[in-house]
């Protein structure tokens, strides 16, 4: 069943925060992981504004998106972002 990996972030240093985003995608692959948001435009339409940075990203499962964020890579990765953003990952099980 296929999982998304759903991230929240609060950017405050964008030159920073960009140094991470060149490292994740080829992490993200490497582990099947496809993004389907990543930023871009947004559109509230009911609740509160939200200002955070999202991305979705798709896995073939939890355990997929697990293991990517466990990995060496990515951890090394988390590295790189901290003091850039304070962010919130959430997965969760899809529908096909």
Known sequence: MPAYLIVRANVTDMAQYQQYMKLTPA??????????????????????????????????????????YNSDEYQAAIKVRAGAADASFIVMEGLE
Do not use: N, Q, T
């Open 27 to 68: 992490i993200l692959e490497k582990y099947g992981g496809k993004f389907i948001i990543r930023g871009g435009e947004k559109l509230v339409l009911e609740g509160p504004d939200a200002s955070e940075r999202i991305v979705m990203v798709k896995f073939d499962s939890i355990d997929a998106a697990r293991r990517m």
